[in-house]
């Protein structure tokens, strides 16, 4: 079962989690004021409530930015440990700058010790109860899907490409005009109609998958089991809720008209343009040293004459082009017949500080120059070149829409996938810029921004 927030669908298993902690991280500093009761915190201006919803405020943003709270994380318990490490580290560090800041929420060292070690036992013990003993169907939809052709198909590709953490289907109904695709053994047959088929077996969603509605449309089946409360999803709304990308393959330009999302307003473009102004400058404040060494770097290992940064012709908003900047990876005869190539992985072009460059993600630096400029944003779609836009909007449908909000430095399709090298990469990548687009809002930006770190850290989709 998934919870609609901030536009963006959440497996209700995750809130449930995300709430636990955030109980557990006020309860080990509530736990370790009253250990360590006689602190400089005692009779200020704010109590100690309001110094635990700090703290675990900011080891909770610590937490998201190492993904653990996405759906996709599937590694071993020893590497979700070590996440809980850094991700509390983090958190601490962000904690320590708010009292050095904000002196009237300092908590007594030794309760701040006592909370964080309470902290990291209680998150261990959290995350080992949840994934060990809870029982995960309690979280699940039992989903029956009305349709078993190739449409219906789309539904089990999901079973491969991840866990059905948010739902588990019952069956499929084979319906007139479905072109066989399915697994006979998976097809249910409600013999006594499809309302008392829902009711014995428990239904809560039905999803509308068949290949021709022409024919035989149930309409009176779906008022009956609506008004009992089941849930009736399009194939397309469901397929982007439980996966988190548009699936082009099923959908209609009707679908693109009628659905709810692809928002634009003032506000919105205010907001955005604000935290792309704020956060670049606050980034470059801290980060400008490490740009100097990187340049220094780059001259010394190629010589003095050699180029620091990478001037390219990128499309950008509507379709306009922008020069993006980037410290230099390749050899500067790299393209030297002219012709655009994508990158591959173990690319001989690229020099050996610049593969370093690239799997610590320092060669995107000077994007930010871009950003405070206005030519790109922190999130959105990554820009490409116009050689292969033009390749691309004639061969992948909807490829074009992607421009119509500023490309980014760090984006939902940048997190969810690889790096993309081909046609076939671009156009599992659009999928992710299409939902982030239909979606987008300031807190799910932010929510991405923080994701980004998980991304450097273990240094994920880099080439």
């Known amino acids: 079962m998934a919870v609609r927030i901030l536009n963006h669908h959440i497996h209700s298993s995750i809130v449930l989690l995300a709430l636990g902690e955030f109980g557990v991280l006020i309860g080990s500093v509530l736990a370790g004021v009253h250990l360590f009761p006689n602190g400089p915190e005692t009779g200020t201006v704010f109590s100690a409530g309001a110094r635990a919803a700090v703290y675990a405020t900011a080891l909770m943003l610590g937490l998201v930015s190492m993904g653990l709270y996405s759906t996709s994380l599937r590694v071993r318990f020893k590497s979700v440990l070590i996440r809980i490490a850094v991700g509390m580290g983090l958190g601490l560090i962000l904690v320590i700058l708010l009292f050095y800041f904000l002196p009237y929420l300092h908590l007594q060292p030794m309760a701040l010790f006592a909370a964080a070690v309470m902290s990291g036992a209680g998150l261990a013990l959290l995350r080992a109860t949840f994934f060990w003993f809870m029982d995960e169907s309690l979280f699940k939809q039992r989903v029956l899907v009305y349709g078993a052709g190739r449409r219906a198909v789309s539904v089990e590709d999901l079973k491969r490409r991840r866990d059905r953490r948010g739902y588990q289907v019952v069956g499929f109904v084979a319906t007139p005009g479905d072109i066989p695709a399915i697994d006979k053994n998976r097809i249910v047959f409600p013999h006594d109609g499809l309302d008392a088929f829902v009711r014995h077996h428990n239904i809560d969603e039905i999803v509308v998958a068949m290949d021709d509605r022409r024919q035989g449309f149930p309409m009176e089946d779906f008022i009956q089991c609506r008004m009992r409360g089941v849930q009736i999803t399009e194939l397309v709304s469901f397929l982007e809720r439980e996966s988190g990308r548009v699936q082009l393959d099923v959908i209609h330009p009707s679908w693109l008209v009628f659905s709810d999302g692809f928002r634009v307003s003032a506000m919105r473009g205010a907001t955005s343009r604000t935290t792309d102004l704020?956060?670049?400058?606050?980034?470059?404040?801290?980060?400008?040293?490490?740009?100097?060494?990187?340049?220094?770097?780059?001259?010394?290992?190629?010589?003095?004459?050699?180029?620091?940064?990478?001037?390219?012709?990128?499309?950008?908003?509507?379709?306009?082009?922008?020069?993006?900047?980037?410290?230099?990876?390749?050899?500067?005869?790299?393209?030297?017949?002219?012709?655009?190539?994508?990158?591959?992985?173990?690319?001989?072009?690229?020099?050996?500080?610049?593969?370093?460059?690239?799997?610590?993600r320092l060669d995107e630096l000077p994007q930010f120059w871009n950003v405070l400029t206005g030519q790109m944003s922190l999130v959105g779609p990554r820009p490409e070149r116009p050689e292969?836009?033009?390749?691309?909007?004639?061969?992948?449908?909807?490829?074009?829409?992607?421009?119509?909000?500023?490309?980014?430095?760090?984006?939902?399709?940048?997190?969810?996938?690889?790096?993309?090298?081909?046609?076939?990469?671009?156009?599992?990548?659009?999928?992710?810029?299409?939902?982030?687009?239909?979606?987008?809002?300031?807190?799910?930006?932010?929510?991405?921004?923080?994701?980004?770190?998980?991304?450097?850290?273990?240094?994920?989709?880099?080439?």
């Open 278 to 360: 704020l956060v670049s400058l606050i980034l470059l404040a801290g980060l400008w040293p490490l740009m100097l060494i990187t340049a220094l770097a780059i001259k010394l290992s190629e010589g003095l004459s050699a180029p620091v940064l990478y001037r390219q012709l990128r499309v950008g908003q509507h379709g306009h082009g922008f020069i993006l900047y980037k410290f230099r990876t390749m050899r500067v005869d790299a393209e030297a017949d002219g012709k655009a190539r994508w990158a591959t992985s173990n690319d001989d072009r690229i020099t050996p500080l610049g593969r370093f460059l690239r799997r610590c």
């Open 388 to 463: 292969f836009v033009d390749q691309l909007t004639t061969t992948v449908p909807y490829y074009a829409e992607r421009h119509h909000v500023k490309p980014g430095l760090t984006g939902w399709a940048q997190l969810c996938y690889p790096y993309g090298a081909s046609e076939k990469d671009a156009l599992e990548k659009l999928k992710f810029d299409l939902y982030y687009i239909k979606n987008h809002s300031l807190l799910f930006d932010l929510a991405i921004i923080l994701q980004t770190i998980e991304v450097v850290l273990w240094r994920k989709g880099s080439r």
